[in-house]
C-alpha cells in the first residue's frame, strides 16, 4: 500500500497520467493535480465521445482533445475502444524497477493495442532502454519515448485524433513515376539518401548511363566519394539471383 502511494506521488510530478480516459485512483494523485481544470465527468460517469481518459502535469498540455477522469481503467491512459497507454519515467523506475511489473499483470491482456510511453529524464536513458525494449517485446509492448510532458501529451493526443481515421492517412504517399522508382531503387543501397539519388541522376541524366559509368567517376559526383562510389558500382553490376 505504501508502495503505490509512492507511485501515485511519483506519477503526480513526473508523468501524465490523467486520460484521454485517465485514471484517478487515490487523494496522492487528486490532490496532485488541484491546479489542472477539472473535468466534468470526474466523477467516473460514462465517457463522453472522442475522449481521452487518467492525469497530471501532461494533462495541462493536452489542448486537440478533450480528456476525463475515469476512476475504472487500469492503464493510465485509454486512447481508444481497444488501445490504452502506460506511462513510465526512467528516474522513476531506476528507483521501482519492479512497477512496471506490476502494472503489466494489472492490465493482463486487455487491449489490442498497448503502448509504453516513456520519459527520457535521465542523462544515460541508453541501458533503461534496452532493457525496457526488452519487456516491450515479451509483454506486447509498443514503445515510445518522450523528452518532456509536452511531448507526451501530443503523442496521445495522436493517438487519440488518428482513432478511427483510415490507415491510409498515416502511409507514406507513393509516388508512381519512373523516376521515383529509380529513386527508390538507388537509396535502398547503404548510406546512398535521396539527395545523392537525385544528384546522381542529374549528373548522368539516367539509369543506364549511371550503370556504366566506372566507380571513379561515379565518385567525381558532390556528397558522393570513393566508398559509397564503389557501394553503387557494385550494386548496380551485382548478378541477380535466381530462387
Known sequence: MENRQDVE??????????????????????SSSSSLPVPSAAGGGPLSKGSILRGNPVLKHIRSVPWEYDPNIQPDYVV???ACVLFLSIRYH????????????ELRGAYDLRVLLVQVDVADPYPILKT????????????????????????????????????????????????QQVIDSLT????????????????FGSLDSLIEASPDKIAL??????????????ALHEKFKLT
Request: glycine letters at 4%; charged letters at 20%; hydrophobic letters at 40%.
Open 80 to 82: 481508444g475502444a481497444t
Open 9 to 30: 506521488m511519483l506519477e503526480a510530478t513526473t508523468s501524465a497520467n490523467a486520460s484521454i480516459s485517465v485514471r484517478k485512483t487515490n487523494t496522492a494523485s487528486a
Open 132 to 179: 525496457l525494449s526488452h519487456i516491450a517485446m515479451l509483454a506486447d509492448l509498443t514503445i515510445l519515448m518522450a523528452h518532456g510532458a509536452e511531448e507526451a501529451a501530443k503523442i496521445l493526443e495522436n493517438y487519440k485524433v488518428y482513432e478511427n481515421k483510415p490507415p491510409e492517412l498515416i502511409q507514406e504517399k507513393q509516388d508512381p513515376s519512373i523516376m
Open 221 to 234: 559526383c558532390p556528397g558522393i566519394g570513393p566508398q559509397k562510389a564503389q557501394r553503387i558500382f557494385s
Open 94 to 105: 531506476n528507483l521501482h524497477p519492479d512497477y512496471i511489473h506490476d502494472r503489466l499483470k
Open 188 to 203: 535502398s543501397i547503404r548510406s546512398v539518401n535521396k539527395t545523392d539519388a537525385m544528384t546522381l541522376l542529374r549528373v
